[in-house]
Protein backbone atom coordinates (compact mmCIF):
# COMPACT_ATOMS: atom_id res chain seq x y z
CA UNK A 1 0.00 0.00 0.00
CA UNK A 2 0.81 3.65 -0.70
CA UNK A 3 1.29 6.52 1.51
CA UNK A 4 -1.93 8.15 2.02
CA UNK A 5 -1.76 11.77 1.18
CA UNK A 6 -5.36 13.07 2.89
CA UNK A 7 -6.45 16.37 1.36
CA UNK A 8 -7.34 19.22 3.98
CA UNK A 9 -10.65 21.56 2.91
CA UNK A 10 -11.23 25.02 3.89
CA UNK A 11 -14.54 26.98 4.89
CA UNK A 12 -17.54 24.72 5.85
CA UNK A 13 -17.13 21.02 5.27
CA UNK A 14 -18.45 17.85 5.83
CA UNK A 15 -16.02 15.17 7.28
CA UNK A 16 -16.58 11.33 8.15
CA UNK A 17 -18.19 11.00 11.78
CA UNK A 18 -15.57 8.39 12.67
CA UNK A 19 -12.42 9.91 11.82
CA UNK A 20 -12.79 13.40 11.10
CA UNK A 21 -11.51 13.02 7.35
CA UNK A 22 -12.83 15.82 5.45
CA UNK A 23 -15.34 14.90 2.43
CA UNK A 24 -16.72 18.08 1.36
CA UNK A 25 -17.73 21.80 1.02
CA UNK A 26 -21.08 22.78 1.81
CA UNK A 27 -20.85 25.33 -1.32
CA UNK A 28 -20.94 21.87 -3.52
CA UNK A 29 -24.02 20.58 -2.27
CA UNK A 30 -26.15 20.22 -5.23
CA UNK A 31 -29.33 18.94 -3.42
CA UNK A 32 -30.68 18.25 0.52
CA UNK A 33 -33.73 16.20 -1.49
CA UNK A 34 -32.18 12.54 -1.26
CA UNK A 35 -32.86 9.81 0.70
CA UNK A 36 -31.27 6.55 1.69
CA UNK A 37 -31.86 3.75 4.33
CA UNK A 38 -30.58 6.06 7.65
CA UNK A 39 -32.49 9.02 6.47
CA UNK A 40 -31.07 12.38 4.63
CA UNK A 41 -28.72 12.20 2.24
CA UNK A 42 -27.19 15.11 0.16
CA UNK A 43 -26.03 15.43 -3.55
CA UNK A 44 -22.80 16.73 -3.66
CA UNK A 45 -20.93 17.88 -7.44
CA UNK A 46 -17.51 16.98 -5.55
CA UNK A 47 -15.83 15.02 -3.34
CA UNK A 48 -12.80 14.30 -1.61
CA UNK A 49 -11.12 11.93 0.55
CA UNK A 50 -13.04 8.44 -1.14
CA UNK A 51 -11.93 5.55 -2.74
CA UNK A 52 -14.80 4.38 -4.77
CA UNK A 53 -16.15 0.57 -4.67
CA UNK A 54 -17.55 -1.71 -7.32
CA UNK A 55 -19.18 -0.40 -9.98
CA UNK A 56 -23.58 -1.86 -9.73
CA UNK A 57 -27.03 -1.56 -11.06
CA UNK A 58 -29.39 -0.56 -8.25
CA UNK A 59 -32.94 0.04 -8.62
CA UNK A 60 -33.55 3.95 -6.94
CA UNK A 61 -36.78 5.35 -6.97
CA UNK A 62 -35.92 7.88 -9.64
CA UNK A 63 -34.77 4.53 -11.80
CA UNK A 64 -31.82 1.86 -12.60
CA UNK A 65 -28.37 3.61 -12.25
CA UNK A 66 -24.95 2.71 -12.27
CA UNK A 67 -23.63 3.65 -9.13
CA UNK A 68 -20.31 2.64 -6.51
CA UNK A 69 -20.08 2.67 -3.04
CA UNK A 70 -17.62 5.26 -1.71
CA UNK A 71 -15.36 5.10 1.71
CA UNK A 72 -13.76 7.53 3.41
CA UNK A 73 -9.76 6.96 2.70
CA UNK A 74 -9.57 7.77 6.63
CA UNK A 75 -11.20 5.09 8.61
CA UNK A 76 -12.74 2.92 5.72
CA UNK A 77 -16.14 3.67 6.25
CA UNK A 78 -18.65 3.68 3.51
CA UNK A 79 -20.19 7.35 3.60
CA UNK A 80 -22.52 7.30 0.26
CA UNK A 81 -22.47 6.54 -3.50
CA UNK A 82 -21.15 7.73 -6.54
CA UNK A 83 -23.60 7.89 -9.42
CA UNK A 84 -21.71 6.69 -12.63
CA UNK A 85 -24.63 6.17 -15.53
CA UNK A 86 -27.97 7.38 -15.28
CA UNK A 87 -30.12 5.43 -17.57
CA UNK A 88 -33.06 7.98 -17.63
CA UNK A 89 -32.73 11.08 -19.55
CA UNK A 90 -34.30 12.92 -17.00
CA UNK A 91 -31.58 11.75 -14.05
CA UNK A 92 -28.09 12.37 -16.57
CA UNK A 93 -27.23 15.39 -14.51
CA UNK A 94 -26.83 13.17 -11.24
CA UNK A 95 -23.96 11.74 -13.45
CA UNK A 96 -20.16 11.74 -11.61
CA UNK A 97 -21.59 13.30 -8.62
CA UNK A 98 -21.83 11.81 -5.23
CA UNK A 99 -24.07 11.07 -2.45
CA UNK A 100 -23.17 11.26 1.21
CA UNK A 101 -25.62 10.04 3.58
CA UNK A 102 -25.89 12.40 6.99
CA UNK A 103 -25.97 9.45 9.39
CA UNK A 104 -22.68 9.13 8.49
CA UNK A 105 -21.11 12.45 8.42
CA UNK A 106 -20.66 15.25 10.39
CA UNK A 107 -21.91 19.02 9.23
CA UNK A 108 -20.06 21.92 9.03
CA UNK A 109 -21.08 23.15 12.53
CA UNK A 110 -19.91 19.65 13.65
CA UNK A 111 -23.03 18.63 14.03
CA UNK A 112 -24.51 14.66 13.54
CA UNK A 113 -27.38 13.48 11.87
CA UNK A 114 -29.70 11.15 14.00
CA UNK A 115 -31.16 8.56 11.57
CA UNK A 116 -34.66 8.32 11.72
CA UNK A 117 -37.14 5.25 11.99
CA UNK A 118 -37.84 4.02 8.63
CA UNK A 119 -39.85 0.78 7.45
CA UNK A 120 -38.13 -0.75 4.88
CA UNK A 121 -35.81 1.83 3.40
CA UNK A 122 -33.19 1.49 1.32
CA UNK A 123 -30.44 3.20 -0.46
CA UNK A 124 -32.59 5.18 -2.64
CA UNK A 125 -33.03 8.67 -4.05
CA UNK A 126 -35.71 11.15 -4.02
CA UNK A 127 -35.48 14.20 -5.86
Keep these: ????????????????????????LCEDVVSKSFHCRHGKAYLFSKVVNVTV????????MTGFHTVADIFCVGCGSIVG?????AHEKSQKYKEGKSVLERFKVSG????????????????????
Design 53 to 60: GVKEERLM
Design 81 to 85: WKYET
Design 1 to 24: MGRLFIVTLEGKIYSCKHCRTHLA
Design 108 to 127: PDGSNYWAEAHVGGSDADDT
